[in-house]
């Protein structure tokens, strides 16, 4: 049971004391707390409220002064590749050779992905959950990509909360023209194996970081397994992460071959239901988003790419209550990680997209997709009772962004100021199961100086071994 937000109830002890920001809760009401104080202990937080109200508390083991700066819970990135951190740009490097080949995601992210090595997996996680840490993200769902156990340790290791899953391919639809690389591919019954055995390693009670279950298109994923594995998502008690209505060449491929689209083909397989966690579902028929109601669906938005593909139904998924989250999709695709820059991005996309229309200027305000950032993400990440509020009882995964930068100067309200005109690079310090994994900008983790130096050189390695579709040098 969630304590309310200034129940005045003593803990016993006291890990950690953050005192004097303006808390921004995200709670039901939309609480507002001036000069705040924020107790947590067990990876919890035990009691929030103005300073003034504060029980008698035990000496903590240890304060973060927190005055002038505004709290926030941690943003919920819903949808990410955590391998492709060093393909960011490589697409805008190609476009000035020529048109780049699409989708993107055949014929340039999935061959990267298949020449990674565990290790190299290892350190391009790691430098993805970091990015994200810094930029205010405490919780992933990564897409689904290769050797997940190694995405796993990394995030483990940074401090960050998460769900890991396996690229899931067994079917080739043009093996002739481009083919899927033979490292991306797996047999029908390996790839449900495979999937089962990752989520009972890393599904375990407490844990923060944990896995998931993942197809990759229903292009390259056969009928029997996303029927299989629906299956084996609820009888394991854990999520399915797939890309959904994302492109038209999805659209035509599922009325050719299914003589349905996405969402329907889905629905005749059973795969239609809580357990499904569906990103991108751009183009959807009014329909389809019936469905997802109707089947307790999840969905993710990614801005940045979004609105390039079709017309979002973010705003009217979230109207109807889908549990819909903000996504980067990573580096590749949307060049940030950054969620505040993904929620000003889907600020602007719906004011065109819906405020011409009906001649509304802010269909869906800043302030909203900033809840849907926080508490739309938690719901889609199935964590809606843990995280995603400021609020005795939920896990104390919260974010200190400071407002001094001139570009947040003119207004003194917290919600706005988040809202608008806060960006990753604003974020202060960071907590994460009430673990202060950044502080002062600081990543107390890894060592971020070592990440930054191999960089260069461990990027130029793994993209020196791809080549074109073509068969030309990259």
Not at 37 to 48: Q, Y
Not at 151 to 159: I, Y
Request: hydrophobic share 45%.
């Amino acid at each position: 049971m969630v304590a309310a937000v200034t129940e005045a109830v003593a803990p016993s002890a006291v890990d950690l004391l953050v005192f004097g920001p303006a808390a921004v809760t995200m709670d039901d009401a939309g609480r507002l707390i001036e000069d705040a104080v924020i107790v947590i202990s067990g990876g919890r937080i035990v009691w929030i409220g103005p300073a003034q109200d504060a029980p008698p508390l035990p000496a903590p083991a240890a304060r973060l002064d927190a005055r002038g700066l505004i709290a926030l819970p941690g943003l919920v990135d819903a949808h990410v590749h955590l391998a492709q951190q060093p393909l960011r740009g490589l697409l805008a490097e190609l476009s000035r050779r020529g048109p780049p080949r699409m989708p993107p995601w055949k014929h340039y992210w999935l061959p990267f992905e298949a020449t990674l090595s565990p290790e190299e997996v290892r350190f391009f996680a790691t430098v993805a959950c970091a990015n994200m840490l810094l930029n205010g993200t405490t919780c992933f769902l990564e897409a689904g990509g290769p050797h997940p156990d190694e995405m796993a340790l990394a995030a483990e290791e940074v401090g960050i909360r998460g769900f890991v899953a396996l690229s899931t391919i067994d079917s080739d639809p043009a093996p002739h023209r481009n083919p899927i690389p033979p490292a991306a591919m797996l047999a029908t019954d390996e790839a449900l194996e495979r999937n089962i055995a990752l989520v009972r390693r890393w599904n375990r009670p407490g844990a923060r970081v944990g896995a998931w279950m993942a197809l990759r298109q229903i292009m390259v994923c056969t009928p029997e397994l996303t029927r299989d594995m629906a299956e084996a998502a609820r009888a394991e008690g854990t999520r399915l992460h797939v890309h959904l209505a994302e492109g038209a060449y999805e659209i035509d491929f599922a009325l050719e071959v299914h003589g349905a689209r996405p969402a329907h083909h889905l629905e005749r397989l059973g795969a239609l239901g809580p357990q499904l966690h569906a990103a991108h579902s751009v183009i959807l028929l009014p329909e389809e988003v019936d469905l997802y109601v109707r089947r307790s669906v999840s969905a993710c938005h990614c801005s940045m790419n979004n609105f390039g593909i079709g017309v979002p139904r973010l705003q009217e998924m979230w109207r109807r209550g889908v549990a819909v989250g903000l996504g980067s999709d990573g580096a590749a695709s949307a060049d940030t990680l950054d969620i505040f820059r993904i929620a000003h991005a889907a600020r602007i996309g719906q004011a065109a997209q819906i405020g011409h229309v009906y001649q509304t200027r802010t269909p869906m305000g800043a302030e909203e997709l900033l809840r849907i950032a926080t508490r739309g993400g938690a719901r889609a990440a199935g964590l809606a009772q843990e995280i995603g509020m400021l609020a005795a009882g939920f896990r104390a995964d919260l974010i200190l962004v400071d407002p001094s930068d001139a570009d947040c100067w003119g207004t003194a309200d917290p919600l706005y100021i988040a809202a608008h005109c806060i960006v990753g690079r604003d974020v202060r310090h960071v907590i994460v199961d009430g673990r202060v994994v950044v502080k002062d900008r600081a990543l107390l983790t890894v060592d971020l100086d070592r990440l930054r130096s191999a960089y260069p050189a461990r990027r130029a390695s793994a993209l020196a071994r791809l080549t074109a579709p073509t068969g030309a040098a990259w």
